[in-house]
């Protein structure tokens, strides 16, 4: 894809005002009142994955209205009495926790390391997942964005936010963990920041190619998916985009930002036609994050996958500043 | 697309063996009686559709487990009082009831006509649905086929086909009705086998492209959608295949073809690559009714379109002979 | 297809200057008076379609030289002595008149209806049409819009708008008839601006999404078929693009909009890349019609197929006001 | 594209039974007896081209109906009063004759040219072609396959496959000509076929990927165009199929292969969809031509390109050994 | 994509002939002669990677003809002094060694791990390679292996493969290593199987997957890339094709499977257009392994990613038997 | 494609600051040098081709560092004595020099010709080459444009534009030549622009669609190929963008345009996304020919193709004026 976005020199001061509703805060604060009801932990469960290294625990714990949310746990062998920093890590769109031995990164470089499940996703390609989505839903386009769009109270957004957040105090309720950081890439991304704004005990943000940011410009200049099972809902239901659009001001990641001061990592692929740009910048201008603690990374020449593993090396480094092992 | 099915010859005397479970029979009277516990009819509005030659209802009515499931019902004006044939129809997979301007066939010929919602579905295109589905579940590909798939008692196709067997109670629960016909076009096509099979109150079978027929056959020779929400699936879900491979046979629509002698009109494209003719003739080729009165329509160089508004001056004729106004 | 033409506040004052030949007006008035020399009505059969509500004729009026266009004229039974309102369709690029099964929507609310047959088109996809273009043509790019385009006086369009207009002259020499809307979408919408414009007969206005608006600015701004049909021509008569841009310039909708006063609606999708939403508009605010009997619908979030259903209940709203039964 | 017809050695010995019309040979007898009434040359006007090696004129013959055909006639300069051999060259499907410094390389190699043009065709892509079609049509499918096949009589094809055989006469009527090969690829290849079947003044035929051969089997086993507009005009007229492929076996190519004795040199590429590989071992199996004066050169890893510039040598290279400069 | 190849039934038993030269043994042991002149360790030195948990050396090693490799050394931390079995990996197509964070799985399981680098390959996508490849080619088709191919002698293939098993005895130099795996998926599948028939001290092969297995028939089944490279090669040189699949039969997997007695675990998926199953299935049942100790894993309803995570699950579990830490 | 780059009247004055070495001439003076020390002619063989207008020779000629560079070289037959311009002409990216045959428009008119090979490149499609490109490379993109891309030294470019330099060196080596003009589209074009800035005895330059002008916005505005292979080796080196675009500074046609002052034809599609427009007028307005001896075809219409056989016929009449025979 040639660039079709924002010139960088404009990304770069770009503060864009974006819709949000005037019951915002208190949407989410009685919404995260009632999953706080829930004790975080229900099970932790030791497995075998024939990783010598690293210890894996299967987890569930209690997300939107204390459903069961399932995670994997893993921690270099051998750490047991040693408290350590907990990266808590949200999958990309369409992707389950899939296998423990799939994300082995985080535990080599010595944190702990929870792998979040995505309720209901994991079915379309990868290695799956094994939460359920118990709520069901008025009629939706394919995907998860626009199930019980309608209302922000119904909505699947506000479920898998909750749980994103909740997957926090999870994780620090586990023993010898003693600070967290949340990280994801592309809808993970969007978690990781909506984990940051919601759960004030996050200490470090690294968010590549967030999803969900500034969504009312996105579907405008993208055709991408998943931005475009949002058009394709307003294409059927004509006369609910402006109900719609504000059922998703609720979820937009450009508000979440400007509720966390933790220090943060961001990324953006100049060509990301999926996650555009002036999206990702939008959030990350608006951080509550002090300017000299928070930086991003940008990769001109690169769509989707952004730096890929050269950005993974780059959050080694960058955690390893903010919250060393 | 070219031939790529086998030859109309071998076709017409197609009758493979499908994977039937023992307790086939026993799950659907058990989920029948379930469903046969709440009256059907649950709302039966007038509307106004601008339409000076029919008159329009909204309509609820008892799905499985009594949820309420939308319809349009519609007959020719001022003819209250006159028992009319009433037609059920189910949309193809993807819409949902629409809009009432949006299917005048059926009245303008004289019939009464219940135009049923698919619950969920309706968001992906077109003019919409009203139905939502209120139940979860476990990770699904993106699509309706797979939802719940792990198990046939959690199987959305379960609910959607006892939907449609129960709409053919409700609609001769309306006034003035006389007897019930059942027709559908690709998804509307299996469900209006299914209904057939699984409510012996129907009179009349019309099945265009049906889909849901000889599943595991069509997954194997089309990677279309949506056959392919189910080859996603299992991709996925590796070790899954017998036990989804059994949950989708309760919902074949060879076997419920097998369960009806309603006199029938079915048809196929022999280039139809999203419901292959096999299936199509395998459920035709099993259909318990005498074969002088059934037929097929073969359209050779039709792909899923088949025979379009030719076949509909086709079913209208038919209609005429087996269930005349 | 995100966002691409010019933002909604800019298309609601669009008034382009559109290219217009010095002898427009009598290019066309000479080419009316030829067709005028011709009885519009040259066969009216009853035929029988099964449709107990509406009684359906198969027509052949004469069309640009006299040649025979045909059509299918209906209106609900029961109707003879009862002059009523006839909306004249055209059909949407590539389609015929198709069966008569399939346009119902204007007989089941009442009216009279003329399902105009598009010469030569039909045999692409959809149920066919039945009649010949008998006029041959220098070499064109496939399709039909650069047929004969060299000269406006052999074009295509030339002969299909003058169809479009005697359709009027013939619907209107039927029996019980009173008054005459023209409707239709894509090319339809095009060829009822046309007919709009060039028979002052015309009392109502309905296009959808119209083709062969401000073609000039089309063919920049989009590479979709039909108006690639044009590029098509011009890549390969790299010498032609002034003569042909002129003939072309006597078929612009934007012309024959300025012609009329009759009430209108209009539609358009803002993501419609086929007939993009500034040439919608260009002939929209060129209307010679009051404001205040003038209205657009907008629909920002489709394609092609615009409002599809809903717009058509608005249509219905609206022809009940403007053309009441 | 991977092998997908009948592997080389079924290939060689094909011989299908192929549709043939009892009036077969009186259609063409009466055809070209209707076309022989017409002096072959109506026009011969030298040109200016630039090339100093190559004479050039711009042609125009009579075809069907004495219909003015275009071509342009080349040979080396300075060979007036030097009998050559002609060399009379069919285009390709949508393209027409071109511009004259198109095709260099016969008139380079010492033979006389005629370079026919195709009516109506010649504005999709290219340089154009300057040779109307006068004759218009019933709604047939987009492109020219379709155009009046309801009926032998009436079909494109036929004035096409006429000019082809007609333009042998008119090469033949030149000064300083004294024997003439027919050459052609695709489209053109079929055409070359067709003329060497319907004029036995053709000493030499040279076909490469030759379309309209065994066409009832081609559009069952590829969907690729131009067949494909067969498929889609006979997806419209569900019930004309017997009259099309009636209408089409009066143009097939296995037919007219039979009618010549002619010395061939035929190519194929095996994975050729466009022109497939089965149709035109059809067509060589059935030359009339003794076994050891035709060849056919198989390119086993090429598409419809076949041998592109290499058969070309292998062309020229056998002209010379059939009829020499 | 749909099921296109063998039945699984006639895979299972599935053991084609194979083109094999008759010097081939020849022309491996002299090719592997030459390399075996150079000390296979060239160059180790530790880097950092900020992964705690484990150590990694930048590693180059004596290829073919001694040039230089570069591979990504890595073992758990603090095992030195503890021999351990090393696993030797190689890269997919188009991708290099990319950067040391992204293979973690083999030392998180307590291997060593040699991740070998791809001559010239690494910049297509991905996180890049370094090692060039220094030898010049004819022209070839765009990628990697049709360079050089008009001859065995200067093929990259034959370069390729002595690198792969070239690092056998590489990874074998290194300290405190007692034995060695090769592991591969696609072409790093087929690199495997190479490295396994050339070089006896390899203990366990896992393939995956493996391209370059009876590369003769997928060049006739699929047209999937990277075998296209060599169709659109043969279809340039039109008349190299046995002097291309001769020099091709040096480099196939099934001769090499044919070499080796390790134990083996392979897998395909039943729909992998990229490396089709008959070719898997036709190396593996070549292998000289006895029975028992081979297995291969089957993945009916996956492309080209077969068991993803799920057969690493399975590589780990089998590796513990055969190679235990 | 629809209109994507400046409008017409933007691009007439379009003259972009376009990123130069400071070294550039130097670089280019020594590697000339290097050039020169090698005899230009090392090959001169007369061939037979069937042509009996024109002979044709196979040649090799010394390229960069003395490489072996194939040509094939036509004249008019009959010549020899007669001194004749030539006309050197380059290949598109991706083909060869092919066979003789295929290119017989220069000396058709009378001039010598001279069709150079391009080192490696040929195997893709078409009928081949002949030169090897002895010079390996480091990890490159697919394709041949970033091969050695890391140092302007090592570029694949420099080898290939010093070939096309020395090309007219070794045409003007023949006997009975007496001048030079170079030629080429796409890829071609690019090489006579950069043959004509490092060769001053280049009398004519003709450039239609040229390649490698204003790279690095060319690379930002269309992501078609072959210039996507500049952004997928970016996107894979993401730290190398500054020195990759600095070593493409050395071959950009602007600055080899500013060092010639031949008279020059060149020509632009204006929907041309693989040679966007804005690179051909910065090339264009960049040329050191004074105004009166410059023209450029503009073609608003075309794509890649641009004017075709139209603008050959252009060429043809301005080498007439500009270089007569």
Redesign the interface.
Known sequence: ???FDLPLAELEKYRPTVRKPADFDHFWTSTLDDAARFEPLIAVDPIT??????HTWDIAFAGYAGHPIRAWYSR?AGTQGHPLPVVVEYPGY?R?R??P??R??W????YAHLLVDTR????????????????????????FL?RGIGDPGTAYLRRLLTDAARAVDAALALPDVESAAVVGNSQGGGLAIAAAGLNNRVDALLASAPLLCQVERA?????AEPYNEI?????????S?ERVLNSLSYFDGVHFAGRTTAPALFATGL?DTICPPSGVFAAFNALGTPLHRKEIAV?????H?G????H??RQ??WM?DHLP?
């Open positions: 894809m040639a660039l994955t024939g990783l010598a290294l690293i270099p369409g389950g899939g296998l031995v799939e082995l990164l535990p080599s470089a010595g209901g996703q994991g079915g379309q390609y990868g290695n799956g997942g094994d939460t359920p989505d118990p709520v069901g839903s008025a009629p939706s386009a394919p995907g626009t579907i405008g200049i993208t055709d058009v394709r809902y307003l294409s059927v239901h004509r006369r985009a060509r990769y001109p020449y690169n769509h996958e730096g890929d593993a050269h993974v090396v080694l480094s390893n092992v």
